[in-house]
């Protein structure tokens, strides 16, 4: 049996203290469930800007989107996440990944490392994040015994690392461009996302107990899909017009057949939690309405 949908909103533009309250209010208001932060540097510090999220609402839940390993020292982190938790009434959701964007680390005088680096600062990371944040003894404790932990993941060895310790599987939906120091990404067609997700879910004792999320990246609300969709042609000159109408990460139609297309994709891969980006959060809004409670 399917899970029932839940929408999230990925807030990447910073704004004064008022603009911040009212676009946390407007996301509320528009029906979705999560509101979240990114962890790049030119965006706002996650842990602030939740704590400020949750003073401006008072449904949605709230989480990081997600926070990158390389960024956190693990004890210093554990008191982070247990304070916004605190401090939000127990509605913090901890996302975290390996950090994808070279220029970023550079600048923070941090070290980048190979991709089994960051992997394995991932893997060290999210135990001691459990060993700290479940132990009795941490203080400042959460409001609750246990944080939601939603794991970014990728390549085999963070899809195995979801698989162990996720509650909440989140899948990319791309790749990173070999070689870029910034970060460039290559959206995954619709065959590549249906390996891993069958690569995680060989993995997972519980498959099931997880909750599968999807970052979409474009939603666009029109009546001629094939026409929209063509400023983005240069992005994936190596796809067909119909192959990229296809890619699971690009939402594009009237609103009934983006619905359609949202309820295909958790019955083919599972995504019943779909994240928006925040210049697409009005035009994804009625789709929102449309799938409440399915």
């Not at 590549?192 to 997972?204: F, N, P």
């Amino acid at each position: 049996m399917s899970r029932p949908f839940r929408f999230g909103v990925n807030l990447t533009v910073p704004a004064p203290a008022g603009e911040w309250r009212d676009k946390c209010r407007r996301a509320e208001e528009l029906g979705y469930d999560v509101l979240l932060v990114p962890d790049h540097l030119g965006m706002v510090a996650p842990f602030p800007a939740l704590v400020a999220a949750a003073q401006a609402t008072e449904r949605p839940r709230l989480g990081t989107f997600v926070l990158n390993a390389g960024f956190w020292n693990p004890a210093l982190l554990a008191r982070e996440a247990a304070t916004t938790d605190a401090l939000t009434g127990g509605r913090l959701e901890l996302g975290i990944g390996a950090g994808y964007v070279r220029a970023e680390h550079d600048t923070a005088g941090l070290p980048f490392g190979s991709p089994g680096e960051r992997v394995d600062r991932v893997r060290h990371t999210v135990r001691e994040l459990k060993r700290l944040l479940e132990s009795a003894d941490h203080q400042p404790r959460p409001a609750r015994q246990r944080v939601p932990l939603l794991i970014g993941a990728g390549g085999p060895r963070m899809l195995e690392l979801a698989a162990e310790h996720a509650d909440i599987a989140a899948f990319t939906g791309a790749r990173a461009v070999p070689g870029s120091t910034t970060g460039q990404l290559v959206p995954s067609t619709a065959e590549e996302l249906d390996a891993s997700v069958a690569d995680y879910r060989a993995r997972a004792a519980d498959a099931a107990a997880t909750e599968l999320n999807l970052l979409i990246q474009v939603v666009l609300v029109t009546e001629d899909r094939e026409a929209a969709v063509r400023p983005f042609a240069e992005h994936v000159p190596h796809l067909t017009t119909a192959q990229t109408l296809e890619l699971p990460t690009l939402l594009a139609g009237t609103v009934e057949e983006i619905t359609d297309q949202v309820r295909a994709q958790r019955e083919r891969y599972g995504f019943s939690y779909l994240t928006v980006l925040e210049p697409y959060m009005e035009a994804f809004a009625p789709v929102v309405r449309a799938l409440r409670g399915q």
